[in-house]
Nanobody
Framework: QVLLVESGGGSVQAGGSLRLSCAASGLQIRNYCMAWFRQAPGKERERVSFISSYGEPTNLESVKGRFTISQDNSKNTLDLQMNSLKSDDTAMYYC???????????????WGQGTQVTVSS
């Protein structure tokens, strides 16, 4: 059974920082595309940051320079360091894993339950 468990969410003032962590079990993240998604009320889910099958991190334009994704294959964990947080970053954040297809990371089969991030201005 695959489990992805997020932690580290919370409430913070604008300009503050949070670090999200995702602990994976039932799969080896080194063999998967790993990503952080978020969904705010009334908005579509969007992929915030992901690590490609080649190990390259990619960020959503709106979080570039502020968010850093990293994974520790020995611990089977995925982290998201979020700095200079803005009210627009308020959302439920989800960890996701999927098999790469022809080297691309577009489909995610496994999802965590989510962790809430609230940024007050």
């Amino acid at each position: 059974q695959v489990l992805l468990v997020e932690s580290g969410g919370g409430s913070v003032q604008a300009g503050g920082s949070l670090r999200l962590s995702c602990a994976a079990s039932g799969l080896q993240i080194r063999n998967y595309c790993m990503a952080w998604f978020r969904q705010a009320p009334g908005k579509e889910r969007e992929r915030v940051s992901f690590i490609s099958s080649y190990g390259e991190p990619t960020n959503l334009e709106s979080v570039k320079g502020r968010f850093t994704i990293s994974q520790d294959n020995s611990k089977n964990t995925l982290d998201l360091q979020m700095n200079s947080l803005k009210s627009d970053d308020t959302a439920m954040y989800y960890c996701a894993a999927g098999r790469p297809l022809f080297g691309e990371c577009n489909d995610y089969d496994y999802w965590g339950q989510g962790t809430q991030v609230t940024v007050s201005s």
